[in-house]
């Protein structure tokens, strides 16, 4: 693994991986000029950027454990880019709600936030993502300071369960797809507990020993 965490501590690697992760946009894009949105091409639109939104928080979740369990530390260089393309995705599957599903009737959107549950937690879900996204500068976490940053950060995990339960409100009768995100959310939510839990013993059998804190990589 060492000479993939060599080829991933390059810097030119993250083009590649912006490219991919705008991937599923340039596919929307090209449907949409190619006539294969479906009969309706809102809800094709909802679908996919609601999709690609969990698909991205789930992915960040996993960069911590998959650094960890492949012996690859050079992963955390993407975890920034990760997280903000999940909140992009999620800017965009607002705003088609917003703009193609209510035409900016805000008193309709808070009607349905207020009576459909899926929408208050999907809501929710996409409110917990703004603070993540302001504060994901390394000025931020100079303001705010290494514990308090990872404190607030936590918050992505809220946001993914949320989106979770959205998801699993809003399936009619199928209930696999959010199933298996409810799966990964928790495997990744027991990997945090487990890893706090052996950090606070190791930190309980030597002081000195300090929490990894994130930095200007990390971000
Ligand atoms: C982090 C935030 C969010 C995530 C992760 C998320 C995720 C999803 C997912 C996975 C779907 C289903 C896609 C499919 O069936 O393939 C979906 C559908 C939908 N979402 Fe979201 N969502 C979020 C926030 C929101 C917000 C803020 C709203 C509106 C206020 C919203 C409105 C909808 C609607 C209207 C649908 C389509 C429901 C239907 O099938 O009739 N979502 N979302």
Request: proline share 4%; net charge positive.
């Amino acid at each position: 693994m060492n000479g993939l965490n060599k080829f991933l501590s390059q810097r030119w690697v993250k083009a590649p991986v912006w490219l991919l992760c705008l991937t599923p946009l340039g596919l929307l894009g090209w449907n949409a000029l190619h006539d294969g949105l479906g009969a309706n091409p809102i809800e094709f639109i909802t679908h996919a950027t609601g999709d690609w939104t969990l698909r991205f928080l789930v992915i960040t979740l996993a960069v911590t454990p998959l650094r960890q369990l492949l012996g690859l530390p050079a992963l955390i260089r993407y975890r920034r880019l990760l997280g903000l393309f999940a909140f992009f995705y999620g800017v965009l599957h607002f705003t088609t709600y917003i703009w193609l599903d209510k035409f900016f009737d805000l008193a309709e959107m808070w009607k349905d936030v207020a009576i459909r549950r899926y929408i208050t937690v999907g809501f929710a879900a996409f409110v917990l993502m703004i603070p993540l996204a302001v504060t994901s500068t390394v000025g931020w976490i100079r303001r705010l300071g290494g514990r308090r940053w990872q404190l607030l950060h936590r918050a992505i995990y809220v946001s993914a369960i949320c989106g979770v339960v959205h998801y699993w409100w809003l399936v009619k009768s199928d209930v696999r797809q959010p199933l298996l995100y409810a799966f990964l959310v928790g495997i990744l939510l027991l990997w945090r507990a487990g890893a706090w839990l052996v950090d606070r013993h190791s930190r309980g059998n030597a002081p000195g020993v300090r929490r990894e804190m994130p930095t200007a990589e990390s971000a």
